[in-house]
């Protein structure tokens, strides 16, 4: 769901992990304080239990006249009696008889008999009961007042029902809570990665002809920082690597021109023109091989910061118009077709080596005078070059880019690396490059632009 990936980020993300691992400790907080709250209740509860019973002691003990029957207490309240009601009293002597009540705790007496004048104590009575004794003094003589609960406290279900009460009353503050906390989890994730994304941009616009431009580490986190740093290594060394690259291949092109200059000038001042002819046939296909090893060198060396708008359909035309004199010697045709307005970013020099590759490949491969149209494509950007040659076979269409490999019914002569240098240059501009079977015989060779490069008209306009 887009929603979910927008809060939570993507799957096995930092943003995720961010957010659920401080949602993993609210939530360990939430429950610690609901825990502590809870039993801050229940002690809260018997804090006040203990504190009335104590007032209860209290004021029977204020009511004691010894010289009244029965202490002047009425022996028949259900207080006394201990049949009903919250609390139960029972008044003792200080030797611990029960002279009013019928409550007749184990071990009161000795627990008392020492006991400091009105100060409360209290007691477990056992079974979940507990109990406050005072020891009060009246005309000399010393008594002891016991305010107890019920056997069965009838409190315990109503402080329940309170607590519940209390919870469900404020479970809508909860859910505000949860909610808050929820997005200030996201806002943390969002923030602490911000400086990521310029990072990450940079990142994708860095390549072979860039140069030394390294990622910037400002406002980075720490802990990312030695990976950044690493990155920028990493960076500098390749960056090495590919001016290493661009030096071999611009040493090779000059020594090795030179030579073939110097041989193709000697072969043309023999006499022999039979002799002089094959030579040439000779050399012509060494030049050939080492302009395409040139240019599959540049195309591998290719960099992102070297790209500028290019229109696709004045390529195909150029192209045509430098190709179309020599296919109609062999009796062949090239129609440029298709949409006139498509613009890419790319290299455009490359990109002109990599279709006119394409449509050599046709004219040279098919077998009877016809039309080879290039087609351009909009959606996705690229060219189609349709042939009427023999076709490829299924087995070979995955191996027909790859160096070297030139298809079966080739009968031409050709290096296998014109292929390979159109699979690079695609490679270099995030394009792919197919064949596929053409209605009627022949093939169509598709070189089709994908992402960020497939389109960039607002920058032409």
């Known amino acids: 769901m887009t929603w979910f990936r927008a809060l939570f ?17 609210i939530t360990c907080c939430i429950a610690l304080a609901a825990t502590i709250l809870t039993s801050e209740f229940w002690e809260h ?4 239990l203990n504190d009335e019973l104590t007032r209860e002691a209290r004021e029977i003990a204020a009511q004691l006249t010894p010289d009244a029957p029965d202490l002047g207490l009425n022996p028949d309240t259900i207080r006394f009696r201990g049949d ?5 009293y029972t008044v003792y002597d200080e030797m611990g008889v029960a002279i009013v009540g019928g409550e007749h705790p184990a071990n009161l007496a000795p627990r ?9 104590e209290i007691f477990d009575l056992g079974g979940g009961r507990v109990g406050a004794a005072i020891v009060t003094e009246v005309w000399g003589q010393r008594y002891i007042v016991l305010a107890s609960t019920q056997v069965v406290d009838p409190n315990k279900e109503e402080n329940l029902d309170d607590l519940l009460h ?9 859910g505000v ?13 969002r923030r602490t990665l911000r400086a990521i994304g310029p990072v990450s941009r940079q990142a994708r616009q860095i390549g072979p002809g860039t140069g030394t431009v390294q990622l910037s580490t400002e406002n980075l986190p720490t802990e990312i ?12 060394r390749l960056e090495d690597g590919y001016q290493a690259q661009r030096d071999f291949s611009s040493n090779v092109a000059h020594e090795v021109r030179t030579p073939l200059a110097v041989l193709r000038s000697t072969i043309d001042r023999i006499d022999d023109a039979d002799l002089r002819n094959a030579l040439n046939r000779d050399i012509a296909p060494l030049e050939q ?7 599959l060198s540049r195309a591998e060396a290719l960099g992102v910061s070297t790209f500028e708008p290019v229109n696709l359909h004045e390529i195909a035309v150029q192209l045509a118009c430098d190709l179309g004199v020599g296919a109609m010697k062999q009796g062949k045709q090239l129609a440029v077709i298709g949409d006139m307005d498509v613009v890419v970013r790319g290299h455009a020099g490359l990109l002109r080596i990599a279709l006119g590759n394409l449509v050599r490949n046709a004219i040279n491969y098919t077998t009877e005078a016809g039309e080879i149209e290039i087609e351009v494509t909009a959606g996705p950007n690229g060219w189609r070059v349709l042939d009427r040659g023999p076709g490829v076979p299924d087995a070979q269409k995955a191996l027909l880019f790859q160096r070297f490999q030139r298809g079966a019914s080739a009968d031409k002569a050709g290096s296998g690396i014109g292929l390979a240098i159109v699979k690079s240059v695609a490679d270099a501009h995030r394009a792919t490059v197919s064949v596929t079977d053409r209605d009627g015989g022949g093939s169509i060779f598709t070189f089709a632009f994908e992402g960020d490069l497939a389109a960039c008209k607002e920058e032409v306009s």
């Open 45 to 48: 509860l018997e804090e006040n």
């Open 9 to 25: 980020g993507e799957k096995r993300s930092l943003h995720r992990s961010l957010v659920v691992h401080v949602l993993i400790a």
């Open 225 to 236: 920082l030695p990976l950044v740093r690493a990155v920028n290594e990493a960076f500098a």
């Open 84 to 88: 009903e009601g919250a609390f139960r």
């Open 112 to 120: 008392l008999s020492g006991g400091v004048l009105n100060r409360p």
């Open 166 to 174: 209390e919870v469900t009353e404020e479970l809508h503050w909860v």
């Open 177 to 189: 809570g949860i909610l808050v906390i929820l997005l200030a989890a996201v806002l943390a994730a």
């Open 289 to 295: 091989i080492f302009e395409q090893l040139i240019d």
